[in-house]
């Protein structure tokens, strides 16, 4: 069983910055991509953005332009850098890795048997 564990939310104020990250128990080398999602009160996860191992990314239309994904294999970590946040990225935010970030980033044999999340972090943003 692997473990993912967010860190970095909290409130920031229209326009400024955050930096999420997501550190992993184990090698995420294991996971052919990794992606954020978000979920706000009354609404399912939705994709914000997705790196595979070739670290080829996808972004949602909303958030592309603004925010950054990245991961370190090294460190066992995926990054989430937001810039120019606005209130409507106000959400849970979570990391996963497995079938719906396999699924979401395109591949096509995208069921590895399992499906992590982290517990995730809140980001609130406003004045």
Do not use: H
Not at 24 to 33: D, H, P, Q, V, W
Not at 93 to 117: L, V
């Amino acid at each position: 069983q692997v473990q993912l564990v967010e860190s970095g939310g909290g409130l920031v104020q229209p326009g400024g910055s955050l930096r999420l990250s997501c550190a992993a128990s184990g090698n995420i080398l294991r996971f052919y991509a990794m992606g954020w999602y978000r979920q706000t009160p009354g609404n399912q996860r939705a994709l914000v953005a997705i790196i595979n191992v070739s670290g080829i990314t996808k972004y949602a239309g909303s958030v592309k332009g603004r925010f950054t994904i990245s991961r370190d294999n090294a460190q066992n970590t995926v990054a989430l850098e937001m810039n120019n946040v606005k209130p409507e990225d106000t959400a849970v935010y979570y990391c996963n890795a497995g079938k719906t970030s396999n699924r979401d980033s395109g591949r096509g044999n995208y069921d590895p048997g399992y499906d992590y999340w982290g517990q995730g972090t809140q980001v609130t943003v406003s004045s």
